[in-house]
């Protein structure tokens, strides 16, 4: 078991420093608005229920990093762009009242969960 | 008559042609996933931490640190493969040192019967 | 349960309980030290982190924000870059020199304006800005929370005291990924020609999570009950 390969690769470094330039150019740009997909989620995601299916405008790509369902299992070679994306609460949420409609949520998600509309 | 004329159907575990989509959607749900989900005002409270609890998370990032786990692997094992239930039912650092004894019995660090032995011999100094 | 602590210490001393969680953390502990999968060395590094982090880098930082424009951007820009000037380094200050496993390297932090005030949760589990802020409160990592500020944030930030005028909108963050937030909230009146002392008394934990304003009254956290410990951590 090969137990330094994090540190070999991270240390004065740190992590997600460490993914930088792996994954290639970043497929989506603040501003676009993208859906995010209802992938199956068998044995491990993180990406919330609440937010699949539902249109959101990115905000900014954070940093490069293996998806959280590959580095749960540390699977770490095929890193993607992660994304703070933002919804309208009332999108989220069927009786988010109006009186609140500028309300939002942001929450971050890798690329892979997320397509153009 | 016979018994069996007087049972009502089982409600144990269920056919699979009786398990539809939806069915399927709520067994798949991650444990952890509560954002959303309905509940009600509760005191909020700090809590005094117990030692083994901050010894628990120490383990736990050492575990990292020194390569057996990352800290994701942490999470899914302690926030999602426990199961609903038991998600649930034990304390928050419970999880996380069920989880830190799980991972060194599973990657062979440590046998199930020396972590046995060793706890029986723990629970012995203080008798 | 803590009923062993209320023994009459006249009598001769009741033997030591232990409880399955204690017998089960020293057998891991032991075994992973006999094994080598890390040293008595490093839980006792890893430890001495943990005692020494707390909220007063991350007071300092919005303190200073609030009174130097110029660190204001860098810090909405770069929160790693931003914390080295509060004595953090993300990456070395862990003795791990990589970071801490469980916090990253990847600090954001969120500005409240006149018309949008942040909170902060991880729905997921508790993922939280250890390095900068410290430790988590307990209602931080209970599932209560993490099912209803995302959904109801108004209520629950009522709950806690916060009831926001008119005209300011409520921006939930997730942090569900490596992203770590915290929240720079608003200063407050009444704090006029204040040093970045003076400024960093009133920045409290609960101001970073959103969970509450800055006030020039109030140098503490809301009181809340506290529930104790039955073998407190010791020796700090």
């Known amino acids: 078991m090969n137990r330094s390969h994090h540190a070999d690769k991270a240390t004065g470094v740190g992590d997600p420093q460490c993914f930088k330039g792996e994954a290639g150019p970043a497929k989506f740009k603040a501003g676009d608005r993208v859906r995010v997909k209802d992938l199956p989620d068998i044995f491990y995601t993180r990406t919330m229920q609440y937010c699949r299916n539902v249109v959101c405008e990115v905000v900014i790509a954070t940093h490069e990093s293996p998806a959280a369902e590959d580095?749960?299992?540390?699977?770490?070679?095929?890193?993607?762009?992660?994304?703070?994306?933002?919804?309208?609460?009332?999108?989220?949420?069927?009786?988010?009242?109006?009186?609140?409609?500028?309300?939002?949520?942001?929450?971050?998600?890798?690329?892979?969960?997320?397509?153009?509309? | 008559m016979s018994i069996h004329n007087k049972l009502k159907p089982s409600k144990d575990a269920p056919y699979p042609d009786t398990f539809d989509h939806k069915r399927w959607r709520e067994c798949m749900k991650n444990p952890h996933d509560v954002g959303g989900e309905l509940d009600v005002p509760m005191q909020y409270e700090e809590k005094e931490e117990e030692q083994w609890e901050l010894n628990t998370y120490v383990i736990c990032e050492c575990l990292a640190w020194r390569g057996i786990w990352n800290a994701e692997e942490r999470r899914r094992r302690q926030n999602v493969d426990f199961g609903?239930?038991?998600?649930?039912?034990?304390?928050?650092?419970?999880?996380?040192?069920?989880?830190?004894a799980r991972i060194i019995v599973d990657k062979q660090l440590v046998t199930l019967t020396e972590l046995v032995n060793k706890q029986e011999e723990v629970r012995k100094r203080y008798e | 349960m803590a009923e062993k602590h209320n023994h009459d210490h006249n009598h001769a001393p009741m033997v030591e309980e232990i409880s399955d969680f204690e017998v089960l953390e020293i057998a891991v502990r032991e075994l992973c030290i006999e094994k080598g999968l890390f040293t008595i060395d490093d839980h006792r590094q890893f430890t001495e982190y943990a005692h020494n982090i707390g909220p007063l880098p991350a007071a300092r930082l919005v303190a200073k924000a609030w009174l130097d424009p110029e660190f204001k951007k860098l810090a909405l820009e770069d929160g790693v870059k931003a914390s080295l000037e509060v004595g953090i380094d993300w990456i070395t200050s862990p003795p791990t020199d990589f970071g801490t496993p469980s916090d990253y390297c990847d600090l954001r932090i969120l500005e409240d304006t006149a018309t949008t005030k942040h909170v902060v949760v991880c729905t997921l589990c508790s993922c939280y800005p250890r390095p900068i802020l410290g430790h988590s409160p307990e209602w931080y990592r209970t599932p209560n929370y993490r099912r209803r500020i995302v959904r109801w944030p108004r209520d629950v930030l009522s709950e806690f005291g916060v009831n926001l005028p008119e005209g300011v909108n409520v921006r939930v963050e997730d942090s569900n990924q490596k992203c770590r937030f915290m929240v720079m909230p608003m200063r407050p009146e009444g704090t006029e020609g204040w040093t970045e002392e003076q400024l960093t008394e009133i920045v409290t934990r609960d101001c970073m999570l959103g969970v509450a304003l800055p006030h020039p009254d109030r140098k503490h956290n809301a009181k809340r009950p506290i529930h104790k410990a039955i073998n407190p951590v010791h020796g700090h």
């Open chain 2, 84 to 100: 609903n239930s038991n998600y649930l039912a034990l304390p928050y650092y419970g999880r996380w040192l069920i989880t830190a």
């Open chain 1, 71 to 117: 580095e749960a299992w540390d699977n770490c070679d095929n890193p993607e762009w992660f994304y703070i994306v933002r919804f309208k609460q009332q999108d989220l949420w069927p009786e988010y009242p109006d009186t609140y409609s500028n309300d939002t949520l942001q929450t971050e998600l890798s690329e892979r969960w997320l397509e153009l509309v």
